[in-house]
Every structure is written in C-alpha cells, then in structure tokens.
C-alpha cells in the first residue's frame, strides 16, 4: 500500500452491467474482474486510489501512469472482462440464472451495432476528473460509503470488495494507492 499526496488529475469511473443486472453475486465473476485490474495495473500503468464492486457496477478512482489514456485501459478492461465473465457464466454449469442472462447479454448485442453476440457492459464509462481534493474525498467517501448504504455491511471497512479495507491500514484485495 502506497501513500500518495494528490498532486495530479485523477478519474471517478462507474462502469455499470447492462440492464444493472446483478452478476457480482458469485464470487468467480467478481474474482475475473479483480484478476483484470490487476493485469491492467501491472500491465497497462493503471492507478487505483479507491474502487468498490458492487452486484451490478464498479467504482474507481484512477489515473494512468503508462502510455494509454484512461479511456483506452477501461475500453481494453471492459472488452476483456465482457468476455471472460460471459464465458464464465455459459460454462459455470451451477448458474441458475445462465439462460436468463445470456438471453439479456444477446438482446443488448442485438441492439448495438458495435457488439457481435453479447453486451455485457453499458456504453458509457461515466468518468469524471476529479478537480480538487475535497472533490476526491466526496468520491472516496461515496464509493466507500456504497455497500453501507446498500446495508450489506454496517462498516465500510468490512466490506471485502473495497478499498475502504486499504484505507482502514487493513489487508485489500487490490493495491490501491491510499491518497492523503
């Protein structure tokens, strides 16, 4: 866990299921999506200061310190995580929901000229530049605050899928860099 004053411009992202369909509730998908933004921050330069999961969207709050702009890491994070979680749910043979989100992903793709078979995740990428740091900590505080509003956990820092963890000096499962 890295410390970091804030001292350049940083992203708020919302990456959100089509239809807010609730697919981060079996742990094999949300683990194919963490396995992505740790390939995209080793790989693709991508800086993580915050981020949360939640059932059917992911928060963050990032910037890039390799050669692509934040828009090219998440275009390249969502096409990759689009087909890796697909194909996960056509083989996860336990998915009760299989037909039904499989059915949701081809009529999204029918629908979009750009997607072959399945749209997994909506258009936008909703990022916003973060201007200033009380900016930054409303952000931090509303995507740590989420799954406490959302009254799965009483304390954001237990929270597993979060890096309000990082921010409690705790264990994350993601490195993030904690801002100050």
């Not at 410390?3 to 239809?19: G, M, P, Q, W």
């Not at 194919?32 to 963050?60: F, P, R």
């Not at 890491?73 to 697909?86: H, P």
Request: proline share 2%; hydrophobic share 40%.
């Amino acid at each position: 866990m890295a410390v970091k004053a804030l001292t350049h411009e940083l992203y708020f992202t919302t990456s959100t299921v089509v239809d807010w369909l609730d697919v981060f509730t079996r742990p094999i998908y949300k683990h194919i999506l963490l396995e992505s933004l740790e390939y995209c921050q080793v790989n693709k330069g991508l800086d993580i200061y915050a981020w949360v999961l939640m059932t059917n969207h992911l928060h963050m709050i990032v910037d890039t310190s390799g050669p692509d702009s934040i828009g090219d890491v998440l275009r390249d994070f969502k096409k990759f995580t689009s087909k890796s979680i697909v194909k996960a749910i056509q083989e996860n043979e336990q998915e009760s929901r299989q037909e039904w989100l499989m059915n949701r992903f081809r009529f999204r793709a029918a629908n979009d000229k750009k997607v072959a078979n399945y749209k997994f995740w909506q258009e936008d990428n909703h990022v916003e530049t973060i201007y200033s740091y009380d900016f930054f900590k409303q952000k931090l505080d509303y995507i740590h605050q989420n799954p406490v509003r959302q009254e799965i956990v009483e304390k954001a820092e237990d929270y597993l899928y979060s890096s309000a963890r990082n921010y409690a000096g705790m264990d994350g499962l993601l490195n993030v860099i904690v801002a100050q």
